[in-house]
């Protein structure tokens, strides 16, 4: 014989009942089955409300209870014949006249019972199991329906009443003897007691009332029937690589149900685990799927962690004092005062040191809790030995549970790795002795985001998701998305990084989509989006609160380096080919990079110096290596470079600034170019990124742009380089004249202590046989003199400026922030 259990939504219409009635019916013929079924699906709530309602004098539970009786009168009219009608329509009506005459008894008391809470709901129950019962018979499948109220026997805790197996074991194996029927159909969830008064086995008791039947007949299968393919190894609604477990043992099953995976109810494994009877989870609206197995023993599978599960509302109560330390007793007044006040404790941890304890309960519970709690130490909080309970709400837990976790080490290392670096503050631990489950307690902000991060580490050997928020889509901003769309799969596939584009900005528009955006129809998009507000993308970034999350700045904009820290603070990592906030001031830049430590966040700026060339990732390299960088010679203005090497007096300065403008190397405004500004910039950032403290104004600049040139707008700035060609060409000729060219160069000299070193900034004669004669184009070279380099430098030399270069290393950075 076995057992087959429906749950609410598996009979929610008279549709899913048909599909129910195939399953057996197909069956039956050659197996006896129990069946056993919850109420429609929403009735027990909607029965619930009516009490609530009568009891506080709200007339509104009459129209409810017309609900519920038209919705089941219906569900008999859609299944059974109308000749075969009447019967069942008769049965239906006077039940739902005898819940109507007890709400009107709770209205005229305004009270509401447990024990006749438990009458009320009872009806959902043995409505909808009579209606199927009904619906077999007149289908050709005879069946016997069964009372469960006449076998399944409790003691009076209404509304979660504890089973007498003696009594309850003899009374189904009578009843099973007696029916001839391969059928049998039963109503789940509700129970007696000795009195004959009816009892319920608490929310989900339905799978409770299979297990309870199941073990009695020692069946061999007990199958509950829901809408999921089985227990998944996340909820799918957060997680959308969410997997069937195939295997699972009786106590992982447990540990799952207890900490929220709602497919079964928790005490449903203790009858059947007893007598070694399997369970199997099956989707009625997918009967095809193989579901999950829950069995004593498990095939190993390769897999350490078997789920991951979560429970929300939670509250942490915190005893603590100096008076607790090394005294007996404090535990024991802590637990008994919670439980004579019925209050469930969900997890428990206390420190070594005997200062404090926690608990984790219901968020339901905490203010009753804080109440019995300081009453029972009220004494000890007066003379300050205990301070008053500490009550921190807006918690949840979120857990790992699997047997091979036990034979692992570094579990718990990786689970609480993989969470701080998601910016995930972990407020309680708890790990019992069998190894079986790590529990944590964090924000319930921090639910979807945790289980997802501990998801891709432990299940998703495919792929890390990646989740960008891209502001700036102008020239490099367009390139760097081309770039994205093009390696997607490459991404993907080589490296195991699926990158989605959630978030773009720009100066006029803006636009999210937690899905991804479509990068092949993204300007449209964008042009579509809501209006452009920096502080509000910024909001939704936090707010969204996404794993991986990586902010990526491609402007040239002081305010949005602005907003670095708030987004580091949040664990979202900062790519920026924005110079300005690694030049700003020395304070606020190393508290970028100290924020980026103590939040687990990359701060990376490698386009900063030298576009997509690895200098500044050279650099780090060599410091944490132990090396120590003396000096740095370098060009680094690819702008400068190429206006120098396309300037011979043929064409006017101005036009050769205009190309380089037109053709992408200048900045917006081409003065911070040829002023040298750009450049001082950058040569304080890598003596920054070589461990000295300097400023801006530490670097000295030997400008060769006449004074008047910088002055008022961009056009006005190549109007008075036009009047000053005469000025450029002299600067041309000295040069040429000695068999020199000319570069603009930056220069830094190290200090001992990373304090007082120099750096200066300017244009050069550059002699035939210096590194920097043979640089072509928009070249930038770089020279490293280190301990380890003291005569030949470390060189780099490449292309320092470009859309398509600059998007490249941005792109890169992008990869090292996933990584």
């Known amino acids: 014989m076995n057992v087959l259990k429906f749950g609410g939504t598996s009979v929610g219409s008279a549709d899913a009942i048909k599909k129910v009635m195939k399953i057996v019916s197909e069956r039956v013929v050659n197996e006896k089955i129990i069946l056993v079924v919850s109420a429609l699906g929403g009735t027990t709530d909607a029965l619930i409300a009516c009490g609530t309602l009568a009891a506080s004098g709200d007339e509104g539970y009459k129209e409810n209870l017309q609900k519920i009786e038209h919705r089941h009168l219906e569900t ?40 006749t809470k438990d009458r009320i709901v009872s009806y959902g129950e043995l409505m909808s199991s009579q209606i199927i019962s009904a619906a077999f018979q007149l289908n050709g499948v005879k069946n016997a329906w069964l009372n469960s109220r006449t076998v399944i026997k409790t003691n009076s805790n209404y509304s979660f009443a504890a089973v007498d197996f003696a009594v309850t074991n003899k009374n189904v194996i009578d009843f099973v003897a007696s029916v001839k029927d391969n059928l049998i159909v039963a109503p789940g969830f509700i129970a007696s007691d000795s009195n004959n008064i009816t009892t319920t086995l608490g929310r989900g008791g ?13 069946a061999e299968v007990l199958e509950i029937w829901t809408d999921v393919s089985g227990m998944m190894t996340a909820d799918p609604r957060w997680v959308t690589n969410a997997k069937v477990i195939p295997s699972i043992s009786y106590l992982e099953a447990m540990e799952l149900s207890h900490f929220g995976a709602k497919v079964i109810y928790p005490p449903t494994i203790q009858p059947v685990m007893s007598k070694g009877i399997p369970v199997l989870i099956k989707n009625s609206f997918a009967p ?17 962690i078997r789920g991951i599960s979560s429970i929300n509302n939670i509250t942490l109560i915190s005893l603590e004092g ?66 008053p309970l500490i009550v921190e709400k807006e918690l949840s837990i979120v857990a790992l549970v699997g047997d091979n976790m036990k034979n692992h080490t570094g579990i718990s290392g990786r689970m609480f790795s993989s969470l701080g670096r998601n910016g995930v503050n972990v407020r309680a631990i708890s790990q019992g002795s069998s190894e079986r489950n ?22 998703e050997t495919t792929y890390k998701q990646v989740n960008l928020f891209i502001v700036g889509t102008g020239n490099v901003g367009a390139k760097l998305i081309g770039q994205l769309k093009q390696q997607l799969g490459y991404l993907q596939q080589q490296m195991r990084l699926q990158i989605r584009v959630i978030g773009l900005a720009n100066s006029r528009k803006m636009l999210i989509n937690e899905e991804g955006i479509d990068l092949n129809d993204w300007k449209q998009l964008l042009d579509n989006g809501g209006k452009a507000s920096l502080q509000q993308f910024v909001d939704e970034i936090i707010k969204r609160n996404l794993r991986n999350s990586v902010f990526v700045d491609i402007t040239a904009n002081d305010v949005v380096a602005s907003v670095y820290n708030q987004l580091l603070q949040k664990s979202v990592a900062v790519v920026a080919c924005n110079k300005i906030a690694a030049s700003s001031v020395y304070e606020n830049y190393q508290k970028l990079k100290d924020l980026s430590r103590e939040f687990n966040a990359p701060f990376l700026f490698e386009t900063n110096v030298g576009a997509g060339l690895p200098v500044i990732g050279t650099l780090n390299d060599l410091k944490r290596s132990g090396d120590k960088v003396n000096k740095i010679q370098a060009v680094l203005s690819g702008t400068l470079n190429f206006v120098f090497n396309n ?165 890169a950075d992008i990869i090292r922030a996933a990584k």
């Not at 075969?84 to 039940?95: D, E, R, T």
């Not at 921090?446 to 299940?459: I, Q, S, T």
């Not at 190290?750 to 070193?757: A, F, I, T």
């Open 288 to 304: 095809q799927d193989a579901g999950t197995l829950i069995q004593n023993k498990v095939e190993v599978n390769g897999s350490i």
């Open 206 to 218: 339905s799978d409770y009332t299979a297990a309870i039947y199941a073990a009695a007949v020692n």
């Open 322 to 387: 100096s008076g607790m330390v090394g005294i007996p007793g404090f535990s024991k007044r802590l637990f008994e005062a919670l439980s004579n006040a019925k209050i469930n404790v969900i997890l428990i941890t206390q420190s070594s040191s005997e200062h404090s304890i926690c608990v984790a309960v219901d968020a339901a519970a905490a203010d009753k809790a804080k109440e019995v709690v300081d009453a029972a130490f009220e004494y000890e909080i007066s003379i300050g030995k205990v301070e």
């Open 647 to 811: 300037y011979d007096g043929s064409r006017t300065f101005a036009e050769v600034v205009k190309q380089a403008q037109d053709e992408g190397y200048t900045e917006p405004d081409p003065r911070l170019d040829l002023g040298g500004t750009d450049v001082m910039r950058k040569i304080m950032i890598l003596a920054r990124e070589s461990g000295e403290q300097i400023e801006m104004n530490d670097i000295a600049n030997n400008s060769f742009m006449p004074s008047s040139c910088m002055e008022g707008s961009v056009d006005d700035f190549y109007k008075e380089m036009t009047k000053h060609e005469a000025h450029f060409k002299k600067l041309y000729k000295e040069a040429a004249d000695k068999n020199c060219k000319l570069k603009f160069v930056a220069s830094f000299i190290g200090s001992p202590s990373g304090v007082g070193g120099t750096a200066n900034v300017g244009l050069q004669h550059i002699p035939a046989e210096s590194d920097f004669y043979h640089l072509y184009g928009k070249d930038n070279l770089v020279l490293f003199y280190t301990e380890r380099y003291p005569e030949q430098p470390l060189v780099i030399k490449g292309a320092g400026a470009g859309a398509d270069v600059t998007a490249s290393g941005v792109f």
């Open 438 to 459: 790590i529990s944590a307690v964090i924000g319930t902000a921090d639910v979807r985001k945790a289980v997802n991060v501990l998801h891709e580490d432990f299940f």
């Open 76 to 115: 008999v009219k859609e299944l059974i014949p109308v000749q075969n009608q009447s019967s069942v329509l008769s049965l239906v009506k006077k039940m739902c006249n005898e819940i109507e005459d007890i709400c009107n008894g709770v209205f005229l008391l305004n009270e509401l019972s447990e024990r």
